[in-house]
């Protein structure tokens, strides 16, 4: 008799935990009806242990604190979930230096950011853009909308300076003479409060408790600088 075909739901989880692939497959597991009693039992094991595997998988990804599962920062539906500690400010350098430079990179309790001085005003923000991780401290900044953006070197997304507003540009398909407007995607880009006191500039992170795209890339495999050990 020929093996029988049964659709199964393929996914593939990355090492961070996320979903990356999802999508319909056909694969050769002959339907349990076809299965003597040891074929059943052999398929209700390989089905068991496929799941011990993605537990154990979905432990290592998060972490376990305290005999708890608590959320790791690179997970795109969790918050920042800070120790006491992780809010402290951290000072990252001098005044004078950065409004020499307009821009310098830190990090700020394990996590890795960077601070524009733009037009008198100082700005922080996750260090890699929340689109697929580009270095946003080696973009332009640009005025969009009257608004001050990085515009990443590699796709060239605008992310507000102010805000961490991801920026768009749109018409309305049905009066293409109508001249585009450019539109908020919302919050995508974590940003932090930079402080000044007595010539030193201090980072606090942000600690907003809202999914935010960037902190997928600002822990983890895609830190850009490895902090010391
Ligand atoms: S990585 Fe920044 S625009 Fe794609």
Known sequence: MPPTIVKHRIKTVSPSGTWLVSGRGQV??????????????RLAWRR????ATFLAHAVASRGVRGGRLSPTRNQTGGSMDLDGSEQDPVCVGREDDIK?????????????????????????MDIRCYHSGGPLHLGDIED??????????????????ATGEG??????PKDPSAKPKWCSKGVKQRIHTVTVDNGNI???LSNEPFKCDSDFYATGDFKVIKSPS
């Not at 050769?28 to 299965?35: D, K, Q, R, S």
């Not at 068991?48 to 799941?51: D, E, H, K, Q, T």
């Open 167 to 172: 920026l768009y540009q749109s018409i309305n």
């Open 144 to 161: 969009f909308d009257g608004r001050p953006c990085i515009v990443c070197p590699w796709h060239k997304f605008k992310i507000t300076l």
């Open 100 to 124: 020499k430079s307009e821009r310098m990179t830190a990090v700020v309790h394990d996590r890795e950011v960077v601070i524009f001085y733009h037009k008198g005003e100082y700005h922080a």
């Open 28 to 41: 050769g597991y002959p339907g349990a009806g076809a299965l003597g009693s040891r074929g059943r039992l």
């Open 202 to 204: 201090y980072v606090t």
């Open 48 to 51: 068991l242990s496929g799941v």
